[in-house]
T-cell receptor, first 113, second 111 residues
């Protein structure tokens, strides 16, 4: 099994719908992140969490919300999806010391029509 | 985090060493150099990181200049599967701030 698992892998949804992207990890890391990638561009941070009781906004949090249900689970929600949220979404984890680098999931390709 | 500058793209012949440069002239004394790569539409993959000494692991070697203003990632025997975008990132270890991905270098390994 992958260290960081994202579901679904692909999703097409309609404008205005609520959608949740899920992430679970088996690394035992405290820190988890959600990134977004648009075609040809680098990754941009949406939200991050340093532990179960900690939630922080990243550079592009508008239109998104997150929930850290447990150390191993971090979900991203689009309350009312819009077409410009069409992108590739990645979840990542890191250990407290940062010595292992970040471990990324395989991504969720979301299309909002 | 210090800003990094990388070439937009590079080519390398299969079996040859791929040398990917990164300039980080404003790096601070407590900032590490990290390298990640992203194979087409997959999640980025951690490769290596270092502070000032050269580092080597099973994937690559990292050479950091003595003044720490630049570094080179070396893939000793590039294969077609090493075709990817390579990101050089400078940040403080255990920083409260996050990884920031710039444009990276698109490495094309050719047969």
């Amino acid at each position: 099994d992958a260290d960081v698992t994202q579901t679904p892998r692909n999703r097409i949804t309609k404008t205005g719908k609520r959608i949740m992207l899920e992430c679970s990890q088996t690394k035992g890391h405290d820190r988890m992140y959600w990134y977004r990638q648009d075609p040809g561009l680098g990754l941009r941070l949406i939200y991050y969490s340093f532990d179960v009781k900690d939630i922080n906004k990243g550079e592009i949090s508008d239109g998104y919300s997150v929930s850290r249900q447990a150390q191993a689970k971090f979900s991203l929600s689009l309350e009312s999806a819009i077409p410009n949220q069409t992108a590739l979404y990645f979840c990542a984890t890191s250990d407290l010391g940062g010595t292992e680098g970040y471990t990324f999931g395989s991504g969720t390709r979301l299309t909002v029509v | 985090d210090a800003k990094t500058t990388q070439p937009t793209s590079m080519d390398c012949a299969e079996g040859r060493a791929a040398n990917l440069p990164c300039n980080h002239s404003t790096i601070s004394g407590n900032e590490y150099v990290y390298w990640y790569r992203q194979i087409h539409s997959q999640g980025p993959q951690y490769i290596i990181h270092g502070l000032k000494n050269n580092e080597t692991n099973e994937m690559a070697s990292l050479i950091i200049t003595e003044d720490r203003k630049s570094s080179t990632l070396i893939l000793p025997h590039a294969t077609l599967r090493d075709t990817a975008v390579y990101y050089c990132i400078v940040r403080v270890l255990n920083a409260g701030n996050m990884l920031t991905f710039g444009g990276g270098t698109r490495l094309m390994v050719k047969p």
